[in-house]
């Protein structure tokens, strides 16, 4: 007869053999974002000591985090757009230029 425990690890075995499953049903870029996802938290569990399971914040600290990284998205964004502005600006003129 089966004991609690092996009942437990057959149960986990099952999660993690149905997890893989899907994974290696979906396609390139899900994968990719999902170890981009693992690798993120990983980060942050190096980083701050923490994972998002921690529970001294309360919702609004939550939302002020948010924006403080949707901030650095927007800087990332203009700093790119800074450096190929001019290289789009003249690719499209020159496309203007056959038309």
Do not use: C, P
């Not at 309360?58 to 502005?85: A, C, P, S, T, W």
């Amino acid at each position: 007869m089966l004991s609690q425990i092996d009942l437990k690890h057959i149960s986990i075995l099952n999660i993690i053999m149905d997890y893989n499953n899907k994974i290696s049903n979906t396609d390139s870029i899900v994968k990719k974002t999902i170890n981009e996802f693992l690798e993120r938290a990983e980060i942050g569990k190096r980083k701050y000591g923490k994972t998002l399971d921690r529970t001294d914040l309360i919702d609004i600290d939550y939302l002020q985090h948010l924006k403080e990284e949707l901030m650095d998205g927007v800087l990332y964004l203009n700093k790119f757009l800074d450096i190929h502005k001019k290289e789009w600006l003249l690719s499209f003129n020159t496309q203007l230029e056959y038309i």
